[in-house]
């Protein structure tokens, strides 16, 4: 087991969601902690915990999403673990930096700390199109960007763009949309 798998299972005990399904899905993603010590890695298979990050900027009432090249939808930044984070975390921070461009982003702390404020388990091929779905556990964080900050694309995104709260695009799903009031409400 790894440091970085500790700090999950850490991160999954301390947070109390506020809803049952919710704590379910917590439970589950203890529990495939608990029986995979490769819980954390992208090769652990036919699912593995990934890391994300909503973008805000709470002074003008936007989020910062990206359309994702394999799932042609518009999304928060976030990815698989990788072996240099140190944490959960650090991992939602480190996407979310490295999918924005936002170099000063900082993860949003409730009550003094930082934690998730949502999960979401999916389907994706994240190894390729003629590979098998696998299952994303993804823990879900609030990435706080300064007043006024200016993305940068990276290659991870066919587009970057900012939306007012209220005005998220058409295609984004029910996860996306349940983020966004999460981060809205918390900031």
Same mark, same amino acid.
């Given at each position: 087991m790894t440091a970085l798998h500790a700090d999950a299972v850490?991160?999954?005990?301390?947070?109390? /969601? @506020?809803?049952?399904?919710q704590d379910g899905l917590r439970r589950d993603y203890l529990?495939? $902690?608990?029986? +995979?010590?490769? !819980?954390?890695?992208?090769?652990?298979? /036919? %699912?593995h915990i990934t890391a994300s990050a909503l973008?805000? @900027?709470?002074?003008? %009432?936007?989020? &910062? $999403?990206t359309l994702h090249p394999k799932v042609g939808m518009w999304l928060q930044m976030g990815g698989h673990c990788e072996p240099g984070d140190a944490t959960l975390a650090d991992a939602a921070l480190r996407e979310a930096v490295e999918e #924005? !461009?936002?170099?000063? &982003? *900082? $993860?949003l702390?409730?009550? %003094?700390?930082?934690?998730p404020v949502k999960l979401d388990r999916h =389907?994706?091929?994240?190894? %390729?199109?003629? =590979? /098998?779905? +696998?299952t994303h556990l993804d823990v879900q964080y609030v990435a706080v960007a300064p007043a006024g900050a200016r993305e940068l694309i990276s *290659?991870? #995104? &066919?587009? &970057?763009?900012?939306f007012d709260w209220d005005e998220l695009p058409a295609d984004a799903d029910r996860s996306v949309r349940e983020l966004v009031a999460l981060a809205r409400a918390l900031v």
């Amino acid at each position: 087991m790894t440091a970085l798998h500790a700090d999950a299972v850490r991160a999954l005990t301390d947070w109390t /969601p @506020d809803e049952a399904a919710q704590d379910g899905l917590r439970r589950d993603y203890l529990a495939h $902690l608990a029986a +995979n010590t490769e !819980g954390m890695w992208r090769a652990c298979v /036919p %699912g593995h915990i990934t890391a994300s990050a909503l973008v805000v @900027d709470p002074a003008a %009432g936007r989020v &910062l $999403l990206t359309l994702h090249p394999k799932v042609g939808m518009w999304l928060q930044m976030g990815g698989h673990c990788e072996p240099g984070d140190a944490t959960l975390a650090d991992a939602a921070l480190r996407e979310a930096v490295e999918e #924005s !461009g936002i170099e000063e &982003l *900082e $993860l949003l702390a409730v009550d %003094g700390r930082v934690a998730p404020v949502k999960l979401d388990r999916h =389907q994706v091929r994240c190894a %390729g199109k003629d =590979q /098998p779905e +696998n299952t994303h556990l993804d823990v879900q964080y609030v990435a706080v960007a300064p007043a006024g900050a200016r993305e940068l694309i990276s *290659e991870e #995104s &066919l587009d &970057l763009r900012w939306f007012d709260w209220d005005e998220l695009p058409a295609d984004a799903d029910r996860s996306v949309r349940e983020l966004v009031a999460l981060a809205r409400a918390l900031v």
